[in-house]
């Protein structure tokens, strides 16, 4: 009498959708969203990972041409960073060191 998958019959109301298709939906469409969730998160980690070793690859470089003190500003002023103007601000500072001593 009833149908054994009866919770896949169920569809909603006319002129309504659901968003990425419900329990009945395209599962490839679901899917997709959530393989570009994934890759929009990673995207995310891998600049900023590349962020800090550079940062990091930096400071190695000149931390030979300056005062330990000025070193710790730098990296004090690193750690402190909120927004774009601060991470431009430390860099002016490095590429000025490294402008400096002739360093790549």
Same mark, same amino acid.
């Given at each position: 009498m009833y149908s054994r998958r009866w919770y896949l019959s169920v569809r909603p109301a006319k002129g309504t959708s659901c968003i990425m298709g419900g329990i009945y939906g395209d599962r490839?469409? $679901?899917?997709? +969203?959530?393989? #570009?969730? #994934?890759? +929009? =998160?990673? &995207?995310?980690? =891998? =600049?900023? &990972? *590349?962020?800090?070793?550079? +940062? *990091?690859?930096?400071? $190695? %470089?000149? $931390?030979? +041409?300056? *005062?330990? %003190?000025?070193? *710790?500003? #730098?990296q004090s002023d690193w750690k402190c960073m909120q927004c774009k103007e601060d991470f431009d601000n430390v860099y002016k500072k490095i590429n000025a060191i490294k402008d400096e001593n002739g360093l790549p």
């Open positions: 490839h469409l $679901t899917l997709l +969203y959530f393989v #570009i969730v #994934i890759a +929009y =998160v990673m &995207s995310f980690y =891998v =600049v900023a &990972s *590349e962020m800090y070793n550079r +940062y *990091e690859n930096d400071i $190695t %470089k000149i $931390t030979p +041409y300056m *005062e330990r %003190k000025q070193v *710790e500003f #730098i």
